[in-house]
């Protein structure tokens, strides 16, 4: 959301237990799946210092909108292994653009944030929160100064995961969310929320904006402010900055307004870009939260606010857990998302996620025996071929035109929404 305008059948296997071959629960039947035609991205890399595995998927899909029917996806999404050519040392992030720039921003950060993170290798590598911070905003002070990208009031939200040997750092900028699967006794998958939505929900982000002199209201107040100023009636303001939750559930969520005007309306209280904006303090320093990899944690996925609009974060862990392909995780997830945006609405919002696999190293083969190589076959999928000696830059694929089919998932964008390296 930008401006205005279970059982599980994946799991850990450790050294010296009993590793267990689980079985696909794909619905072979279902419409949900059925509506995806655009192929998904299949990698796996290695974490040696840990003996780990890591097998992910990556889709995106354009979003389904009636009045724009060429609209680009304003998303975007990158899978970098072995940053610094260090194999213990691994970057996947979703972008989420915004306005009328918000592709241009998106694609920016999603190109620029690996280069500058890795331009102070040993800041990186000592302290990758630091990093972090440092790297968001670089990039968002370039992003201002790019004489061809407007991003006054344009901009991208980001979820960024730094895997680096046992630790994940998760950088989150805005309203996109990263989760995790974790294993439990009874074995059944909970979430564990890697991050947390920086939007005027919560109260210190609402009280740290405010303070920078946001108006927090939402679209419905704001006009009503308007229309009683026009009218001569005075609304108080701690009547109009009070957001009921029956407005939140009707779609009008709390927006971030200038003291005097009708705009930005930002949905969130953090971004990369956004320069207007930022006077109302919306930042681009992110939060970063470091979690130890254990041996529960089974999986971890980001993806944007398409997803996450109507599923619950409990709600995407669950529908991870039910597939052992990662591929078929996002298909499931960005179907059943595009069905209830469509079910509570006529449009659908972009929609792009990325699931990644833990797996113990030893039970799972050599890093050549999981290379792939992805083929284009007829129903426009990817045919997966073992290849030992495929390179990494092979792993990449992106959704393809289907332009065609009315309410297809299929994204039209002139180039790549995402990349994998």
Same mark, same amino acid.
């Given at each position: 959301?930008?401006?205005?305008?279970?059982?599980?059948?994946?799991?850990?296997?450790?050294?010296?237990?009993?590793?267990?071959?689980?079985?696909?629960?794909?619905?072979?039947?279902?419409?949900?799946?059925?509506?995806?035609?655009?192929?998904?991205?299949?990698?796996?890399?290695?974490?040696?210092?840990?003996?780990?595995?890591?097998?992910?998927?990556?889709?995106?899909?354009?979003?389904?909108?009636?009045?724009?029917?060429?609209?680009?996806?304003?998303?975007?999404?990158?899978?970098?292994?072995?940053?610094?050519?260090?194999?213990?040392?691994?970057?996947?992030?979703?972008?989420?653009?915004?306005?009328?720039?918000? &592709?241009?921003?998106?694609?920016?950060?999603?190109?620029?944030?690996?280069?500058?993170?890795?331009?102070?290798?040993?800041?990186?590598?000592?302290?990758?929160?630091?990093?972090?911070?440092?790297?968001?905003?670089?990039?968002?002070?370039?992003?201002?100064?790019?004489?061809?990208?407007?991003?006054?009031?344009?901009?991208?939200?980001?979820?960024?995961?730094?895997?680096?040997?046992?630790?994940?750092?998760?950088?989150?900028?805005?309203?996109?969310?990263?989760?995790?699967?974790?294993?439990?006794?009874?074995?059944?998958?909970?979430?564990?929320?890697?991050?947390?939505?920086?939007?005027?929900?919560?109260?210190?982000?609402?009280?740290?904006?405010?303070?920078?002199? #946001?108006?927090?209201?939402?679209?419905?107040?704001?006009?009503?402010?308007?229309?009683?100023?026009?009218?001569?009636?005075?609304?108080?303001?701690?009547?109009?900055?009070?957001?009921?939750?029956?407005?939140?559930?009707?779609?009008?969520?709390?927006?971030?307004?200038?003291?005097?005007?009708?705009?930005?309306?930002?949905?969130?209280?953090?971004?990369?870009?956004?320069?207007?904006?930022?006077?109302?303090?919306?930042?681009?320093?992110?939060?970063?939260?470091?979690?130890?990899?254990?041996?529960?944690?089974?999986?971890? #996925?980001?993806?944007?606010?398409?997803?996450?609009?109507?599923?619950?974060?409990?709600?995407?862990?669950?529908?991870?857990?039910?597939?052992?392909?990662?591929?078929?995780?996002? &298909?499931?997830?960005?179907?059943?998302?595009?069905?209830?945006?469509?079910?509570?609405?006529?449009?659908?919002?972009?929609?792009?996620?990325?699931?990644?696999?833990?797996?113990?190293?030893?039970?799972?083969?050599?890093?050549?025996?999981?290379?792939?190589?992805?083929?284009?076959?007829?129903?426009?999928?990817?045919?997966?071929?073992?290849?030992?000696?495929?390179?990494?830059?092979?792993?990449?694929?992106?959704?393809?035109?289907?332009?065609?089919?009315?309410?297809?998932?299929?994204?039209? &964008?002139?180039?790549?929404?995402?990349?994998?390296?």
């Amino acid at each position: 959301m930008g401006c205005v305008n279970g059982k599980c059948c994946l799991r850990r296997r450790y050294r010296g237990s009993h590793s267990q071959n689980p079985s696909s629960s794909r619905h072979a039947n279902s419409s949900r799946c059925q509506i995806i035609t655009d192929p998904t991205t299949l990698g796996s890399t290695l974490v040696p210092s840990h003996g780990l595995l890591l097998q992910y998927s990556a889709l995106s899909h354009r979003g389904h909108y009636p009045d724009s029917p060429d609209r680009e996806n304003q998303d975007s999404f990158i899978i970098t292994t072995e940053l610094l050519s260090n194999p213990n040392l691994h970057l996947f992030g979703v972008f989420d653009g915004h306005g009328a720039f918000g &592709t241009e921003c998106a694609r920016f950060v999603r190109d620029r944030l690996p280069e500058v993170l890795c331009s102070d290798s040993v800041t990186l590598i000592a302290d990758p929160a630091k990093a972090f911070h440092e790297a968001f905003l670089t990039v968002n002070s370039e992003l201002h100064a790019n004489p061809d990208i407007d991003d006054s009031m344009s901009g991208t939200t980001a979820i960024v995961v730094l895997v680096y040997g046992d630790m994940l750092y998760v950088a989150n900028v805005g309203d996109s969310r990263a989760v995790a699967g974790v294993l439990s006794g009874d074995d059944s998958v909970k979430v564990e929320d890697l991050s947390s939505d920086q939007t005027p929900f919560r109260e210190d982000e609402k009280e740290r904006v405010q303070k920078c002199g #946001a108006r927090v209201l939402t679209a419905g107040q704001v006009e009503a402010a308007a229309a009683a100023a026009i009218d001569g009636t005075h609304i108080p303001e701690t009547e109009a900055t009070e957001c009921t939750s029956s407005e939140a559930d009707e779609g009008d969520p709390p927006r971030l307004w200038v003291r005097d005007g009708m705009y930005p309306g930002t949905a969130f209280t953090r971004s990369v870009g956004d320069l207007t904006a930022e006077g109302i303090g919306v930042v681009a320093d992110p939060e970063v939260r470091a979690i130890r990899i254990s041996p529960s944690h089974i999986f971890f #996925a980001l993806a944007s606010d398409g997803v996450f609009e109507f599923l619950s974060s409990q709600g995407v862990v669950d529908m991870v857990s039910k597939f052992s392909d990662p591929r078929e995780a996002c &298909t499931e997830i960005v179907s059943e998302s595009y069905r209830l945006w469509l079910e509570h609405e006529s449009r659908t919002d972009d929609i792009t996620i990325i699931v990644v696999h833990i797996q113990d190293s030893s039970e799972s083969g050599s890093l050549e025996s999981h290379q792939v190589i992805q083929t284009k076959i007829k129903d426009e999928r990817f045919a997966i071929q073992k290849h030992p000696e495929a390179s990494s830059e092979m792993n990449s694929c992106f959704p393809l035109s289907d332009p065609g089919k009315e309410h297809s998932l299929s994204c039209v &964008t002139p180039s790549p929404a995402g990349t994998v390296s």
